[in-house]
């Protein structure tokens, strides 16, 4: 998880150099005369990897811009309590003074990710930051489990480099990955399926179509 510029910068120089590494590695598959689908096997543990970078940088940008998501599952809300400090444009050092302890308790807090956190400690976190938590009935949408709570960030228009697909396409393929449980190899190809169904769209709308 990323809880400072620093730390998004750091990831932002993972994903370029592990997608400059990826696209060697799949070039030189294919020199080598490797079948497809042994090749993804074999950078599947790589692309999941990268999409995990990818997707906690847009998380940090959306938290960063002033967004803060509804909390779907208490067992992730040292998370969101992370993302709530930083939507609240509050650095760790203010934290600290607001809750009056050492910033050095405020960064080990958060690189926990608040684990076990306690009612009243939370509470007091999210008076020092003025956040109020309300409880919301929902009786349209299912209960996010767990294991998909931690992808149902919406990540608005932000965007994040990416040299084969849009962010933008990635953040759609996402939503899909959190209601159907789908494997981050699924969720890569839902996004190339987008980009290329996209592609097809622009190009039947080019002028050159279009006369005929």
């Known amino acids: 998880m990323i809880r400072n510029d620093t730390e998004y910068k750091r990831?932002?120089?993972q994903i370029e150099e592990g997608r400059a590494h990826f696209h060697a590695q799949r070039a030189s598959f294919q020199e080598q005369g490797v079948p497809v689908?042994?090749?993804?096997?074999a950078l599947q543990a790589t692309e999941s990897f990268l999409l995990g970078l990818e997707e906690d940088a847009a998380a940090y940008l959306n938290a960063k811009s002033?967004?803060?998501t509804p909390l779907g599952d208490l067992k992730h809300i040292g998370r969101w309590l992370i993302h709530a400090r930083i939507a609240r444009g509050l650095s760790q050092r203010e934290l600290a003074e607001?809750?009056?302890?050492?910033?050095?308790q405020?960064?080990?807090d958060e690189r926990n990710e608040y684990s076990k956190v306690g009612v009243d400690?939370?509470?007091a976190i999210l008076d020092a930051m003025g956040v109020a938590l309300r409880v919301v009935e929902d009786r349209h949408t299912t209960i996010p489990t767990a294991e998909s709570a931690a992808y149902t960030i919406p990540f608005e228009t932000h965007s994040v480099p990416s040299s084969e697909v849009d962010s933008e396409l990635y953040r759609i393929a996402g939503n899909?990955?959190?209601?159907k449980n789908l494997s981050p190899e699924k969720t890569r190809q839902i996004a190339h399926a987008l980009n290329n169904l996209l592609n097809t769209l622009a190009e039947d709308d080019s002028p050159a179509v279009r006369q005929e």
């Open 106 to 108: 405020v960064s080990r």
């Open 121 to 123: 400690r939370a509470q």
């Open 98 to 104: 607001r809750l009056q302890v050492s910033e050095a």
């Open 11 to 13: 990831v932002l120089q």
């Open 66 to 68: 002033g967004h803060l």
């Open 176 to 179: 899909f990955r959190a209601k």
């Open 37 to 41: 689908e042994a090749a993804d096997i």
